[in-house]
Antibody, heavy 115, light 112 residues
Framework: EVQLVESGGGLVQPGESLRLSCAAS????????MSWIRRAPGKGLEWVAH????????FYMDSVKGRFTISRDNGKNSLYLQMSSLRAEDTAIYYC????????WGQGTLVTVSS | DVVVTQSPLSLPVTLGQPASISCRST???????????LHWFQQRPGQAPRRLIS???NRDSGVPDRFSGSGSGADFTLTINRVEAEDVGVYYC?????????FGQGTKLEIK
């Protein structure tokens, strides 16, 4: 069974940092492009960041460039999102998503940025 | 950025009746390999999204055959030929040929 399990979400104040993790099992992780996609309360889905299989190509949405960093450890079957200078508008459920012949989503981890 | 526009945003449907959702992109999603780089997703209440359709018209494994995708270029449609209660949720199209990849606003399907 394929599982993508996110962790690391929580309540933080504006300007603070948070690191999200995603542990993958049941797939050959190193063969998958991986993304972080979010859904803010009452809004639609938004593509945050994306990384190729080897970690050599990274893409970010404009509003998180310079603040968020996506990374992966293929030896640990894990994906990460380091988030800094968090803003209220970053409040959302963050999903870890794998892209190959098939597509897999985790259940998401909630990040709340509020004072 | 490529803008993807869905309509309608709210879709009340009677059980057993058909439903369709339109998705339009500001740029063509046709790839040089002949495929079309558009996905359709379903997000049921309280669940993570799941992909229903890849490359505009290819149903994912396990997706009921009442779901179908059609279209080309910049104009696409998701059709459910007989809506069931389990189809309630929000449906999104997404283009992934242009960066940043962008989603439509979502269409909320509910049962009348």
């Amino acid at each position: 069974e394929v599982q993508l399990v996110e962790s690391g979400g929580g309540l933080v104040q504006p300007g603070e940092s948070l690191r999200l993790s995603c542990a993958a099992s049941g797939i050959t992780f190193k063969n998958y492009w991986m993304s972080w996609i979010r859904r803010a309360p009452g809004k639609g889905l938004e593509w945050v960041a994306h990384m190729n299989e080897g970690g050599t190509e990274k893409f970010y949405m404009d509003s998180v460039k310079g603040r968020f960093t996506i990374s992966r450890d293929n030896g640990k079957n894990s994906l990460y999102l380091q988030m800094s200078s968090l803003r209220a508008e970053d409040t959302a459920i963050y999903y870890c998503v794998g892209w190959g012949l098939l597509n897999y989503w985790g259940q998401g981890t909630l990040v709340t940025v509020s004072s | 950025d490529v803008v993807v526009t869905q309509s309608p945003l709210s879709l009340p449907v009677t059980l057993g009746q058909p439903a369709s959702i339109s998705c339009r992109s500001t740029q063509s999603l046709a790839h040089s390999d002949g495929s079309t780089w558009l996905h359709w997703f379903q997000q049921r209440p309280g669940q993570a999204p799941r992909r229903l359709i890849s490359k505009a018209s290819n149903r994912d494994s396990g997706v009921p055959d009442r779901f179908s995708g059609s279209g080309s270029g910049a104009d696409f449609t998701l059709t459910i030929n007989r809506v069931e209660a389990e189809d309630v949720g929000v449906y999104y199209c997404m283009q992934y040929i242009h960066w940043p990849h962008t989603f439509g606003q979502g269409t909320k399907l509910e049962i009348k």
